[in-house]
């Protein structure tokens, strides 16, 4: 949840999108927002009837945990996260090249 609201600044989420990213128990989910909210590093504004959640940008942490988390995610985790799509860990293994001399 926070990698997708660190790596979406602009972005507003509900509390279900949130809880769907997370990927746990609604409970466990709902305690890591409010977790997140008692600390500061999320705002809520209100989008309809329901609440939406977005990164504080202003917080003096965002720089540092924008920083982690780019140089925690793989490449292809980090633009899975960007395309909301499932990232293939293969793609982390390097192919040799057509010009290079393959080790045996």
Known sequence: M???????PERQYGTNELLAIGGRGVGAGRNAIKAFDRAGIIKKSA??????????????????LRSICLKTF?????VAVIGNRPAHREDHERKP?????TRK
């Open 2 to 8: 926070l990698a997708a609201l660190i790596l979406h």
């Open 47 to 64: 989008r309809g009837n329901q609440v939406a959640y977005s990164i504080d940008v202003d917080h003096p942490i965002y720089p540092e």
């Open 74 to 78: 793989g490449m292809s985790d980090l």
């Open 97 to 101: 090249h057509h010009d290079s001399p």
